[in-house]
């Protein structure tokens, strides 16, 4: 009787080794490939929460433009004060670099104030015009109110 030998199939070292190097290699790029995902999600929720407040600094603009009948530019204490018979609100512009109220505040490039259509520096204004600095997207904001009889009669005064 004859003892067969049968021989187990199976992978040689070298093809082992072939496969633990192809594995390693794709494993770098996999984590290669989320440090670069990471960095870019990092990136544009920096942008989004830039954009994000500026958006708020602009509706906090337009509801106080259309809340408040006066408006009021004090250009000695850099103070933009708005105010009604209800109450007042103010903005503060810190060395022409950035302006904040009581919630947010933005750095901006340029700030220029209007009345009946005319830029002024200072006095009572009935528009806003900013731009944002660069760390803050270079966006344009601008608020204005319609004025009333009553502007023009107490600017008479």
């Keep these: 009787m004859k003892i067969r030998q049968t021989k187990i199939e199976a992978f ?13 290699v794709v494993v770098g790029m996999a984590f290669t490939v989320l440090n670069l995902v990471q960095r870019q999600m990092g990136s544009i929720e920096t942008i989004y929460t830039m954009k994000t407040d500026v958006n708020q600094f602009r509706q906090s603009l337009w509801i106080d433009f259309s809340m408040y009948s006066y408006v009021h530019f004090d250009n000695k204490n850099n103070v ?56 803050t997207g270079h966006q344009e904001i601008f608020a204005f109110k319609e004025n009333t009889p009553v502007t023009y009669i107490n600017k008479q005064k």
């Design 80 to 135: 933009l004060r708005f105010s009604n018979e209800m109450g007042e609100r103010t903005y503060e512009v810190l060395n022409k670099s950035s302006i904040s109220n009581e919630n947010l505040e933005i750095e901006i490039e340029s700030i220029a104030f209007y009345f009946d259509n005319q830029q002024v520096l200072y006095g009572e204004i009935d528009a806003i015009s900013i731009t944002t600095s660069k760390e």
């Design 12 to 24: 040689s070292l070298q093809e082992m080794m072939v496969v633990l190097i192809i594995t390693t």
